[in-house]
């Protein structure tokens, strides 16, 4: 079991820079591929960025596609989101997840995909 606390959110204005950061806790960081997902007031969670367990593979939603970059350090059992030209619509509670997975290269971009889950951290961008 993995136990995961997102840090990094706030209140920023369009065009601003965040980097969220997610902790986990346990010694099998590296057996999991790490997603980052998204959900707005009123709306269903979103898949945002997945990384595999090596960090040789990554995939983005096309609304964040050149703006965002995922990474992580499996040195120190975190992954992170990178988010740069930020818009008043990335507005929303930002989850960072894990999926076990045997694959070092796959990742997937389903809620469902994913075992464990953080508390989440709140972004909001003003127009």
């Known amino acids: 079991q993995v136990q995961l606390v997102e840090s990094g959110g706030g209140l920023v204005q369009t065009g601003d820079s965040l980097r969220l950061s997610c902790a986990a806790s346990?010694?099998?960081?590296?057996?999991?591929?790490m997603g980052w997902f998204r959900q707005a007031p009123g709306k269903e969670r979103e898949f945002v960025a997945a990384?595999?367990?090596?960090?040789?593979?990554?995939f983005y939603a096309d609304s964040v596609k050149g703006r965002f970059t995922i990474s992580r350090d499996n040195t120190k059992n975190t992954v992170y989101l990178q988010m740069n030209s930020l818009k008043p619509e990335d507005t929303a509670v930002y989850f960072c997840?894990?999926?076990?997975?045997?694959?070092?290269?796959?990742?997937?971009?389903?809620?469902?995909?994913?075992?464990?889950w953080g508390q989440g951290t709140q972004v909001t961008v003003s127009s």
């Open positions: 997840a894990a999926d076990k997975i045997q694959s070092t290269i796959v990742v997937f971009t389903s809620t469902s995909r994913y075992d464990f």
């Open positions: 346990g010694r099998t960081f590296s057996a999991y591929a």
């Open positions: 990384i595999s367990r090596s960090g040789g593979s990554t």
